[in-house]
């Protein structure tokens, strides 16, 4: 049956959210194996990291290209192919095989990257008015869905599935969310996403506030990847059982859900950020720093850890639309955010893991993320002025959340 206009239309947000919850599962899912995915494959603490780096770089090199295929292609299909890459990454990561295990964590980072680039564009051309509020309300479904991801896979694997059955059984987000999207690949409405992306992409490069943006999205990517690869490993170096490592990781991300019930509501109030993102980026640092000194109150430290960087990055996704002048300044803004920050969160995993291999402990990693999350902060409160990129790259005053 031919799908209607308004088929589609109602099945726009819905199939946005879903796409959502497929952004971080299939990547941040495998943390809780990792210990295992290493005896089983007999891999390096190096090795095991670049199960965390490779989706980051997919993440850096696809981001820049996403505008331009988008441009091609239409958005609608482009996120159409990303779900298919995720999925087919996943069957691949789970086959046994050492190859494809990596091959196909590369094939989850290049889909993700696309959505992640693509759905702030989105969001800024088909609902313009209401940038904060859903920016809030997609990162509180991927936070969810993460948390999920988290928690069932090692009652999974204990369950009889395997570590292999327990990764497989993560294509049930990207599957329910290809399912809902698939009225949304007729459509062959001009794409404004794409239009003038080389003019865009030129504008932003040349923006100081494009910089500023997009360092307090690469700091917090840096951070949220080091903790979310190495957290199982660092609690259970500190006492705790696999199980009880994979229930805090789960929490830990269900917390960076929590900020999208109200954050959107809180932005859509305010016409400068510059408080909020100093608050919420130090709360990353406080978390990490009682983590190394009091290890005991984990509990306490990974939600606030994961309420932190949940906010920071819902601002951050949320500066994306507000900064930029329009759909395409914004697509091309979020590739170069993303671009730059995700090489910034690569370098990130292996070189935590390798501090680690050195020294034994977890004490420098943990006591770099808390200076970090000071930087973050000092580029959050530029970040947050109430300015727009133009779109001859100079910076206008007077911009306001809608």
Known sequence: MKTTPDLRTALLLPGIL?????????FTGVAPLLDTLREVFGLTTAQTGLLTTLPLMAFAVVSPLAAAIANRVGTERSLGAALLLICLGIILRSSGLVTLLFFGTALIGCGI???NVLLPGLIKRDFPGKVARLTGAYSLTMGVAA????????????????WQGALLGLMLFPLLALCLWL???????????????????????????AWQVTLFLGINSLI???IIGWLPSILVSNGYSELQAGSLHGLMQLATAAPGLFIGLLLSKL????????????????AVTG?????????????????????TMILGLTFIGLRASSAHQAAALSGMAQ????????CGPPLMGRVHDLDGGWSIPLLSIALLSVIMALSGAASGRDRAIAAAGDIQPGCRLE
């Open 18 to 26: 879903l796409i959502a919850t497929t952004l971080r599962v299939a």
């Open 271 to 286: 016409s400068d950020q510059r408080g909020i993102a100093i608050l919420v980026s130090l709360l990353c640092g406080v």
């Open 291 to 311: 983590l190394w000194l009091y290890p005991g109150l984990a509990t306490l430290w990974v939600m606030l850890f994961g309420f932190g960087s949940g906010a």
């Open 339 to 346: 671009c730059v920050g995700y090489l910034l969160a690569a």
């Open 147 to 162: 948390a999920l991801g988290s928690l069932m896979v090692i009652p999974l694997m204990e369950w009889g599935a395997g």
């Open 113 to 115: 990257a696309m959505g």
């Open 183 to 209: 009225p949304q690949l007729t459509c062959r409405s001009a794409d404004r996403i794409g239009t003038g992306s080389a003019l865009s992409s030129r504008t932003v490069w040349h923006s100081a506030l």
């Open 224 to 226: 949220y990847y080091v």
